[in-house]
């Protein structure tokens, strides 16, 4: 399903020609196959959105038929589309990528041919002829000898429906979707337009990270009749099941203020089409209120149809992709990068409307501002290198996302954890925003406000525990240097100590330095008494960390295997102990040392990847393979893992992500790795050099940031193994500061 340039230029069904849409030749975007992640978990979905944008269009076919058993609650769908499911109930607005827990994917609309039909289960259709590339979908429709196709703006989309002729509708259903809250309400504002608002939220289990998203659409068509739709509970005293055929579905045909419900939608159907003829339906959002979804769509779709959206979409996605331009390697190497950077464009997403406004955070009001206000902060995965990855190559967008950050702060007193459309939904565990904002920091963006930041991190890493909403147990942790089972449970199970331990390491890791650096001296020093904590959990018995009882204890008996199926397990989140064993990125040095010397370390680490204890898909271990870097002599061992797991898990097959891309942290270890650099650390902006993908990366800098223009990273053939940054022979390690001055990082390798 690789998209080459072009749209297939014919369709055919019947007797039915359908005309091909031109695709702009934008170079690079050949090598983008938004179908790799759209199985095996990846949840990514082959939808149409600009780079961060906040609207996205995505086929949705998590939600089947009788005949096609299957349901978004079956299976906790955490993504709108699966490349295995077959048969399509509309499309939605405003999805998430990549992520592990079912939210958004709402405003469902689908078009349909002959009498009108508001049952889900009835009206979905199997598809054919998918097609998808940066800012465009189209799929067939079979029952309905449909062909559709859709794009995107920033904040609003377009579809566009091809009829055969004769009756046709257009539907918009709130009823389905993947966020776990319900209630809807519609009011019709015009013949073609209507406008309203959806309930979102509790994602991953927070009842109260609860928010509404507003919408406007506009058909471009006066319909020949529309109305509303709600599903109707059993009447009183009618005992027989109810079911679509004997009135489930209410259709109001005559009514046209506003409706409100659960499970309710609008429908525009058009008489005596022509063969051929084509309906436009326009979507805008907003986070603030349905008069600025209005403004949003009236905005960005003022004067352009279809095709101009399109090409305005393609050359966006053009431009951010072309930052980063490589020569050699093969074609399916190619689509593997350039699909990955693509992933790590999706999020965080931009919030404030075209006026300004966004909602503040965990508020009821509405701020206003003058840059870019991001959204969609999925830090515990994404601190670890997707924000590396947009400081180095995209840091007008990082700036803003570090001002966002910090304005959350003074919002509501807290920076963000998991951020989600002004709610924060505490999900996973640590203080990621303190090494995001300090890594930015020392790479030199620095348009943000850090005193208030630095107010913020001490915030969190000082306040007890019962008013810390950051780190609850922080009480056990300074006191001990560690956090021992049962600080939040009495039952063992479940309890994620050691990983919340280990987090709270690396931003203290991170936050000592800049203490120290704003002469903050004496807290600085506790942090770096407090970041050596690791080694109380090191076990020499089992030889990994393990987990520690109220008394002191190891925890016993012990599996350090437990948790490699995600079962919950003690101490541990989402992974076994050998997931987080090496997770010491701040101290490696001390790490090799508790374990008994440079040969242990490396026979151990050796081992992980050997018996298949590493989890691809696990951030904690994800910078495993870059240890190697830390020892002289053993530098080879990262380069030979690291190709190997490209090659292993990062295909351009629909499973060719090993897991959820978390929000493109997944993509972004690919980006990194197939460029030849890696950010170990969260934090400390050093690098772990290996033999890149291809033979020469050509980085174009922004020159408001960097002194350099172009950053070019090459590969040569060479008997001896040697790297030079500039004219300076170095080791496999290099500081961020010394890798933009240098220019040039050429690798001499035999591989």
Known sequence: MLIRGILAAILLSGTMTVAATTLPDTTLLKYVNPFIGTTNFGTTNPGALVPNGLMSVSPFNVTGSEINNYDKDDRWWSTPYDATNSFLTGFSHVNLSGVGCPELGSVVTIATTGPLNVDYHQYGTTYRNETASPG????????????????????????????????????????????????????????????????????????????????????????????????????????????????????????????????????????????????????????????????????????????????????????????????????????????????????????????????????????????????????????????????????????????????????????????????????????????????????????????????????????????????????????????????HQSDNSGDNSVSHALEYYVADNALSWLANQRGDKEFAKQLAERVRGYKNYYSKESGTLRPINQDGSFLSPFNPRQGENFEPVPGFHEGSAWNYTFFVPHDVDGLIKLMGGNKSFVDKLQNVFDAGLYDPANEPDIAYPYLFTRIKGEEGRTHKEVSRLLDKYFTTNPDGIPGNDDAGTMSAWAVFSMIGLYPDCPGVPEYSITVPTFDKVTIHLNPDYYDSDTLIIEKIPAEDTKIISGEKSIGHRIDHSRLIDGKTLRIYTAE
């Open 136 to 487: 465009f979908y189209s799929a067939y429709l079979d029952k309905y000898d449909i062909l559709s196709e859709v794009t995107a703006t920033p904040r609003t989309s377009v579809e566009r429906y091809t009829f055969p002729g004769g009756q046709g509708n257009i539907l918009v259903n709130l009823g389905i979707g993947l966020t776990n809250e319900t209630g809807a309400r519609i009011r019709r504002i015009s013949d073609t337009e209507i406008v309203g608002s959806r309930l979102m939220g509790t994602f991953c289990y927070n009842p109260d990270a609860v928010f509404t998203m507003y919408f406007a659409v506009k058909v471009n068509k006066k319909p020949s009749s529309s109305g509303f739709w709600k599903k109707q509970p059993p009447m009183y005293g009618v005992e027989a099941e109810w079911t679509p055929d004997n009135g489930q579905y209410k259709i109001y045909n005559s009514y046209s203020r506003d409706i409100a419900g659960d499970d309710i939608g609008y429908w525009f159907s058009y008489d005596n089409l022509s063969k051929g003829e084509q309906i436009e339906v326009s979507v805008g959002v907003s986070f603030v209120s349905e008069e600025n979804a209005v403004e949003n769509l009236r905005h960005e779709q003022s004067g352009v149809n279809f095709q101009t959206v399109l090409e305005n979409a393609r050359k966006e996605w053009a431009a951010q992709l072309g930052k980063i331009e490589v020569e050699g390697g093969s074609e399916e190497q190619k689509t593997v990068f350039y699909t990955a950077l693509y992933h790590t464009l999706i999020h965080p997403n931009i919030l404030q409307d075209v006026n300004g406004m966004y909602p503040l955070m965990e508020s009821g009001e509405n701020g206003t501002t003058s840059r870019d206000r991001y959204t969609v902060f999925s830090l515990w995965d994404t601190y670890r290198n997707l924000h590396q990855l947009l400081t180095l190559v995209y840091p007008e967008k990082q700036t803003d996302m570090l001002n966002s950050m910090v304005e959350m702060y003074r919002e509501w007193g807290w920076l963000p954890k998991w951020e989600l459309f002004g709610r924060e939904t505490f999900t996973m565990e640590g203080d990621p925003a303190i090494p995001v904002i300090i890594d930015s920091w020392r790479k030199g963006l620095r348009d943000f406000d850090m005193d208030l930041a630095y107010e913020a991190m001490k915030k969190s890493a000082t306040l007890p525990g019962t008013q810390n909403r950051m780190r609850p147990d922080i009480d056990t942790y300074i006191e001990r240097g560690y956090i021992p089972l049962g600080v």
